[in-house]
């Protein structure tokens, strides 16, 4: 679809993209917290009799892949695998010539990828809604989940310190977006040279100004954690980054999350992580698997906001 433009309730989201949190208001957002929180709890409606969703792989996934078929399948729908090695897309066929035919087939695409210009153009290119499952810049089913998922823990967003520790990657972008429209204050620790991009922090610097909260950018780990009620941890290294992986293991040595850092933290802190998680890397084994951490709560959650997200936008009710 061309039009991102998404306006201020949850019905305006029928028939459009989701490609960054950019595009959601506040009220989109809370919207569908609140019907993930009930798909959450109603788990089978079969609305999508005869719909289809189309999932575009570029890169690997576990939870996006499994958390949106399953969905699909919970709400009377189906979903289409399309590996990159599968379709004619790999062999080159244009994003815009599979953006116009798949129109033609299904009801929605779901695409993976790493330029996030090349979701944009599938976006232009398609009559149906297009919904962005990763690029290298933006992560923003994720993030869904992950608001939800404080939501949960904390009772509420408004005023919850969230610190972020580590590369200032796509994870970390989403998030900081969505905390900042929700009102979270988020501070986020990256070493020099692997901070997030200006593009995200400008859009959170203005969306904090208008939510009362604020946004934290420092090299310093224990600064950023803080008073923290959430902390939250990606890999070092991600999809497409292999060739970096042992330089990034050394300049990410101090941002481990461990029970030394923890103690900066609230004492009730919680401790996030998109997963796939490296343990004794990016986080140590006795966080990320203790009592402190949320995260197989929020790896589920994944399915709740994207059948909201789904129902939002394929369903008009
Ligand atoms: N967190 C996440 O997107 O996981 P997958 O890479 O397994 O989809
Ligand atoms: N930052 C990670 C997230 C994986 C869900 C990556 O892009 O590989």
Redesign the pocket.
Known sequence: MHTVNIGDTQASLYGKDLLTLKDLSEADISALLTEAADLKQNKIQPIFQGKTLAMIFEK??????VSFEAGMAQLGGNALFLSQKDLQLGRGETVADTAKVLSGYVDAIMIRTFEHEKVEELAEHADIPVING?TDKY?PC?ALADLLTIKEVKGKLKGVKVAYIGDGNNVAHSLMVGCAKMGCDVSIASPKGYEVLDEAVNAAKEYAGVSGSSITLTADPGEAVKGADVIYSDVFTSMGQEAETNERLTVFTPYQVNASLVKHAKPDYTFLH???AHREEEVTAEIIDGPNSAVFQQAENRLHVQKALLKAILYKG
């Open positions: 690997s996934s576990t939870r996006t892949r990763l992560h994720q998109c997963l796939p």
